[in-house]
C-alpha cells in the first residue's frame, strides 16, 4: 500500500471517527486537493450518453453536470483545448464546449465549459429522473 493510499485511508478513518462521535461530518473526498476530487458534479454511467465531434459520437463511460468521460477519442484531440461538441440524448443533439481535461488511449475526460440553456435542462431531467 502506497503512502497516498495510506494517507486516503487514515483520513477516510478519522472522519467516520469524527462523524460518528458527533464532530465534523465533511467526507474525506471533500478535503482531498488531489486531482482526482476536483469533481463538483456527481457522476452518472447510465443512461448512456455520446458526445460529438463534429459528425463523429463516441459514448460516454459516464457523465456529469460539469463532464463527460467518453470511449474513444477524435484523432485530433489536443489537451486542455477547447472545442465545441454536441451532447447526444436519445436522437436529439445538444450544442456545448468542451475542454479536453484529460486523455489516454481508450477515454477522454471532458470539462464543459459552455453550455446554453436548453442543453443543461436537457441534461437536468436525466438527473432527476
Keep these: 500500500m502506497s503512502n497516498n493510499d495510506k ?7 478519522v472522519n467516520t471517527i469524527s462523524a460518528r462521535a ?15 476530487n476536483r469533481r463538483q458534479h456527481p457522476r452518472f454511467p ?7 465531434f463534429g459528425r463523429v459520437a463516441f459514448p460516454t463511460k ?3 453536470l460539469g463532464g463527460a468521460c467518453i470511449i474513444g477519442s477524435p484523432v485530433d484531440a489536443r489537451a486542455n483545448a477547447s472545442q465545441p ?3 447526444v440524448i436519445g436522437q436529439r443533439q445538444f450544442p456545448a464546449t468542451a ?4 486523455q489516454d ?4 475526460g471532458l470539462e464543459f465549459t459552455a453550455m446554453p440553456p436548453e442543453t ?6 436525466l438527473v432527476r429522473t
Design 7 to 13: 494517507s486516503k485511508l487514515a483520513g477516510e478513518l
Design 22 to 36: 458527533g464532530g465534523r461530518h465533511r467526507a474525506a473526498a471533500d478535503e482531498q486537493s488531489g486531482s482526482a
Design 46 to 52: 447510465k443512461p448512456t450518453l455520446a458526445v460529438a
Design 62 to 64: 459516464d457523465w456529469s
Design 85 to 87: 461538441v454536441a451532447v
Design 99 to 102: 475542454r479536453i481535461r484529460r
Design 105 to 108: 488511449t481508450r477515454q477522454l
Design 120 to 125: 443543461r435542462a436537457a441534461l437536468g431531467r
